[in-house]
């Protein structure tokens, strides 16, 4: 009896490790797609080695939402400025008529770029529609658009040119969800559903062809308005004018956001693969480890407020500082990805003065310190609680990016494999050295003569291979 239970103990220990065990033995069965990703790791075309060097980035929201500015008739919309046209309170043809209103006297994209280039932004990503559907171009498939707001001019040129002209590289953001087209649908429930949606395709990709065409300095395409069940059912139609974007424009950018698989499963397909360029899945959040990002490219898309991406006269809530911008575009860094910070300007065309502080101070501290930003990614150095590690792509150049100062003034390093610490001296003055303590095997303190920092700093670290001296200076425990 005894030996009957044991052996069912047995037995049942054996079989409640089986799914291990099968899980360890049979990998998981790739899954053959027509729509799926088009392709395994990273791009590493130049295009695409220039977009995983930017480092910093602009996102500016502008367009007819901007003119309430997160209110209508002195009544607040809890929500998102730009929502504003799906409050309740709004008829959609009042707010459709905020096209006649449009004349952004005070738009100046030369201005715009010129505060964006002082930032230290690298590429801006510009909304040429959002959800409403106004189109900040003279789109010939719609009418509403820019052309026919009392301002007339082209928004969109605009921008790209006075970008260009200051060595940023222009993204254009672009919704597929369009509320104010009559063939747009949330999901595809009747005959005639499928019909007018077939006819909203026809002139989503119009679109997305005249704007490649009108605008042949943008470098890729940002798409948001995806995640709607018409949408998502479209993988054979997505997946042919994503090739047909591509080959009209070689070395376009597209993220993760654009099309589903034939599974219907969106920024990763049912295989997990990334499907695009880069992971456009961190919008105001930003991952934790290395291992949240999965060796992909990515970006982070944040606001200054708190979900606010259009212009919102409120300006309530809590609003990042500069340092706590500063140390987000860090931590991006640090992990291989790009921070892209929220502009939303005025319905007269104006960028806030809150913005523009918030920008001067924030390129301010990038003239000094840039080197630990740009071109710089992932270090593979154990995360210190004082701030973060940055690596040139190119070189062994190690940068840490210091935020919060330790009472004692030591900040501690662990270095991997076989590096040691050659050099280590302020990036801001190469003057200011620091003697690297080895206080055990791959760890040192870097004691700060000042304590009392104010700003972020960085610290640069040139590295050496460790002299393979037969056996290093420390045993490795046993055990
Ligand atoms: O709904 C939009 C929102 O208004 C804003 O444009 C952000 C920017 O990433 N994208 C959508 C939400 O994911």
Redesign the pocket.
């Known amino acids: 009896m005894k030996k009957l239970l044991i052996a069912g103990l047995g037995l049942a220990a054996l079989m409640s490790l089986q799914p291990l065990m099968a899980q360890q033995t049979s990998p998981k069965e790739k899954i053959n797609l027509m729509h799926g990703s088009h392709r395994a790791g990273k791009r590493m075309d130049a295009a695409m080695e220039k977009w995983r060097g930017y480092g910093l980035g602009q ?1 500016i ?1 502008w367009g007819l939402y901007a003119i309430p500015g997160g209110e209508w008739n002195g009544k607040p919309y809890n929500g ?1 400025a ?2 504003i046209r799906s409050w309740n309170g709004i008829p959609n043809s009042t707010y459709d008529s905020l096209i006649y209103k449009f004349n952004p006297t005070a738009f100046d994209a030369t201005s715009w770029a010129k505060s964006a280039k002082q930032m230290g932004a690298k590429y801006v990503t510009f ?1 040429t529609k ?2 409403d559907g106004f189109c900040m171009w003279p789109s010939k498939y719609s009418k509403y658009t820019v052309a026919n707001s009392p301002y007339k001019k082209d928004i969109v040129k605009a921008v790209v040119d006075a970008y260009d002209k200051e060595g940023i590289d222009v993204i254009l953001y672009f919704s597929v969800m369009d509320w104010s087209h009559p063939d747009w649908r949330y999901d595809l429930k009747t005959k005639e559903d499928s019909i007018a949606f077939e006819r909203f395709k026809k002139f989503t990709r119009n679109q997305l062809i005249e704007l490649l065409t009108n605008y042949p300095k943008a470098k890729g395409l940002w798409f ?2 995806t995640w709607d069940k018409s949408w998502v059912k479209q993988a054979a139609f997505a997946d042919e004018l994503e090739t047909e974007m591509r080959k009209l424009r070689p070395g376009l950018i597209i993220g993760s956001r654009f099309r589903a698989d034939e599974n219907g499963k969106r920024h990763f397909d049912s295989n997990g693969v990334l499907m695009g360029d880069y992971e456009q899945g961190w ?1 105001r959040k930003i991952p934790n480890t290395i291992e949240d990002v999965h060796g992909n490219d990515w970006d982070c ?1 944040m606001t200054v407020p708190e979900n606010q ?1 259009g212009y919102n006269k409120a300006w309530n809530g809590h609003i990042k500082t500069t340092n706590e911008l500063l140390e987000m575009t860090a931590k991006c860094v640090s992990l291989g990805g790009n921070f892209v910070l929220n502009f939303g300007p005025q319905g007269d065309g104006a960028i806030r003065n809150e913005e523009l502080t918030l920008a001067k101070q924030i390129g301010d501290w990038m003239k000094v310190n840039q080197a630990a930003i740009y071109n710089c990614g992932y270090a593979a150095y154990d995360k210190q609680d004082w701030g973060y590690f940055t690596k040139k792509n190119d070189s062994d150049q190690i940068y840490m990016l210091v935020f919060n100062v330790p009472v004692s003034g030591a900040l501690r390093v662990k270095t991997p494999g076989k590096t040691t610490i050659s050099k280590a001296y302020l990036l801001a003055n190469a003057q200011e050295t620091f003697l690297p303590e080895e206080i055990s095997s791959n760890e040192y303190f870097l004691h700060l003569k000042k304590k009392d920092h104010q700003q972020p700093f960085v610290i640069v670290l040139e590295t050496a291979n460790k002299q393979d001296n037969n056996g290093t200076k420390y045993e490795k425990a046993k055990i």
Do not use: R
């Open positions: 996102f929201h998102a730009e929502w909304t959002h959800h948001d308005g919008e898309v991406w």
